[in-house]
């Protein structure tokens, strides 16, 4: 996580997650839809699905509306994945 207005991450929090069906689940769907949804190219160039305000370039590649939402999904997972986490 980044505080607002800091140009730098803060230093990971040492977490663990029990690994039950709900987060198997929650993770089997996490990696099939990254390894479906459209990526920045070149990478970096570009945060394409609008979720941080920082651009250093243009991507030749926008993502479809479908993979704006699988990516929401995404992330709404992780951040599942991370409340879970003790």
Known sequence: ????????????ASKSLEEDD???ALVDELYGILKTISM???KGSEVIYGLNTNI??????QPTDEDKAKFKRAVEIVEELVKKAA
Request: proline residues 8%; glycine residues 8%.
């Open 40 to 42: 920045e190219d070149p």
């Open 22 to 24: 709900t987060t198997s």
């Open 56 to 61: 250093i370039g243009t991507s030749m590649v």
């Open 1 to 12: 996580m980044r505080e607002s207005g800091t140009p730098s991450l803060q230093e990971a």
